[in-house]
């Protein structure tokens, strides 16, 4: 029985080994049409990202009117801007962010109020990856030219917002 099954493996192996034959295209040999196939496949992606490189247009976010922030806390600049205001104030259920003014307004603004600044129109360019741009990630370029109480009905979810434009250059 041991010789019927060793002789029946023999088999096996010798039929396994035939099938094992030689290849016209083996991996040593290349495929010239697999190549050409290849490159040309290679040569138009890097042709096509050349392409949009060179079409990318810069976006720009412009931001104008005025916006609702409650001040949370004032801050004198000793370092930068000597008697400059600095306040931390916030939008409605936003983080906070520094905004800056050009005179001393320390008297003025009450911690805790809510108030509409005006500010001038400003442009800022935006990042690719960038769809929706927030005025509090560009809080140094906003220049506030006006400001007041907030109204009752201009805080909270009726809180003004800017208005912000995307603009492709």
């Keep these: 029985m041991k010789k019927i099954i060793a002789i029946v493996l023999c088999l096996v192996l010798v039929l396994s080994l035939v099938g094992c034959g030689n290849n016209n295209q083996s991996s040593d040999t290349h495929d010239t049409n697999y190549e050409e196939g290849y490159t040309a496949g290679y040569e138009d992606g890097y042709n096509d990202g050349k392409q949009q490189m060179t079409e990318n247009k810069k976006c720009f976010a412009q931001f104008s009117g005025a916006f609702t922030a409650t001040v949370e806390q004032l801050l004198t600049d000793y370092y930068v801007a000597p008697g400059k205001t600095i306040a931390v104030v916030h939008l409605f259920q936003d ?17 805790g109020t809510p108030y509409v600044f005006e500010f001038k129109t400003f442009e800022v360019e935006l990042p690719a990856d960038e769809e929706n741009p927030d005025i509090s990630d560009y809080m140094y370029s906003i220049e506030v030219t006006n400001y007041r109480v907030a109204e009752e009905n201009e805080i909270g979810l009726a809180s003004k917002l800017p208005t912000v434009e995307i603009v492709s250059k």
């Design 95 to 111: 983080r906070p962010f520094l905004l800056w003014f050009q005179e001393d307004l320390t008297g003025e603004l009450v911690e």
